[in-house]
């Protein structure tokens, strides 16, 4: 591919674009078994797990930062393979070490050079498509199906390969997408020619209103998921059963994934957004009570649904926020920072109050969000639409 600006609506650069954003937060979504063999193998309490994640997390964010510096500079080509080798290097290295601080800064420096440039990328390519909440469906489903493989498969192999179980493959999934390197554009592409509100015209502030809704919202989220296998487990849910329920609740999951890029072409951002934040609002306070294995599955699935559901249209709304495409690469540094800030907060929090905090937590965080992303949206829509290239 030359150095030429390409079309960002080329179904091979959209391909690209969906197998690096999927692969680039693998760990996030898998985070549960994630934390669940932490724990199990190499006996981290919750506090130690929070730090851990928060480290990788905060690898992102840094990763997001520099990109913003040099996404419109440097050959995206030459910054996804850095990428893809360095997480292959890494995550096979992470399979056997079994020290605390050795696994921290693997992890960080994987977070880092490793899977945080290549989302970053992915996200800075999609962002200007065309029908940007169809193609973010397709990375909701595609993330979706591949941590329900994980979540199905991995665990059985934790006895006999220990944290190897969830590094070697995810290693090995990254040095297989080395085969779409070809379809990544050199250069940063250009959002065709469009209408935007005038209020976005050369303002920052709806795009950065929209990383806040990011930000608030992965608060939300981030003990919530962080904790959720535990959750199960202390209310009487065995370890497998639980990682069953997760992956199945992640395939009804999928339900939101496909819907949600239609529902948003066909009845605007802020009914599916509004429909899923409401939802998870509910699942999250469903946890309070003890549920045996059949209740426990029903609230996954509905946490699931809800949360894929409300992915696509946080990104439409920033692509219209956002109509230069300078602040849409920060979206993982808000979901970093988010991640990182509430993924300590939760192991803090549960160490001192137990479980049932991080779900206070979680609702609260998820309703300011949504008030967030409700005024934002309203604001745009009353704004008159000027042309912009």
């Not at 894929?308 to 849409?328: C, G, H, K, Y």
Request: neutral net charge; proline residues 5%.
């Amino acid at each position: 591919m030359s150095g030429q600006p390409v079309n960002p609506d080329d179904p091979r650069t959209i391909g690209a674009g969906v197998v690096m954003a999927v692969i680039g937060p693998i760990f996030f979504l898998l985070q549960p078994f994630y934390v669940g063999t932490l724990a199990d193998v190499l006996g981290f309490n919750a506090q130690q797990i929070g730090w851990l994640i928060g480290a990788e997390i905060s690898g992102t964010a840094i990763a997001s930062i520099a990109a913003f510096f040099y996404i419109r500079r440097l050959n995206w080509q030459a910054v996804v393979v850095l990428g893809l080798v360095t997480q292959a290097i890494c995550n096979l290295a992470s399979c056997f070490v079994t020290g605390y601080l050795e696994l921290v800064i693997l992890r960080l420096v994987t977070a880092v050079f490793g899977m945080g440039p290549i989302y970053i990328v992915a996200i800075a390519m999609l962002s200007v498509t065309t029908r940007t909440s169809h193609n973010f469906s397709l990375v909701v489903f595609g993330q979706m199906t591949l941590a329900i493989a994980g979540l199905a498969i991995l665990p059985s192999f934790v006895p006999e390969f220990g944290l190897g179980a969830l590094f070697a493959p995810v290693a090995v999934v990254g040095i297989l997408a080395f085969g779409i390197i070809r379809f990544v554009p050199k250069v940063a592409m250009a959002r065709a020619e469009q209408a935007i509100p005038e209020a976005v015209r050369n303002n920052p502030r709806p795009a950065v209103g929209v990383l806040g809704v990011q930000l608030l919202w992965y608060l939300g989220i981030a003990g919530v998921w962080t904790f959720i296998e535990r959750i199960g487990v202390d209310a009487g849910v065995a370890t497998k059963d639980v990682n069953n329920a997760l992956a199945i609740g992640m395939a009804v999951g999928l339900a939101g994934a496909i819907s949600s890029g239609y529902l948003t072409e066909r009845f605007g951002r802020v009914m599916p957004f509004m429909v899923g934040m409401g939802f998870q609002a509910v699942a999250i306070a469903l946890l309070f009570e003890g549920r045996d294995y059949f209740g426990f599955l029903a609230i996954v699935c509905l946490f699931n649904l809800a949360w894929n559901l409300s992915i696509p249209p946080l990104f439409e709304l920033m692509a219209v926020a956002d109509s230069q495409n300078r602040l849409t690469v920060m979206l993982p540094t808000a979901q970093a920072v988010a991640l990182l800030v509430g993924s300590i907060i939760g192991g803090l929090l549960v160490h001192d109050f137990g479980l049932s905090a991080v779900l206070v937590s979680g609702i609260a965080f998820t309703l300011l969000a949504l008030g967030l992303f409700l005024l934002i949206a309203y604001k745009l829509a009353q704004s008159p639409r000027v042309t912009s290239t």
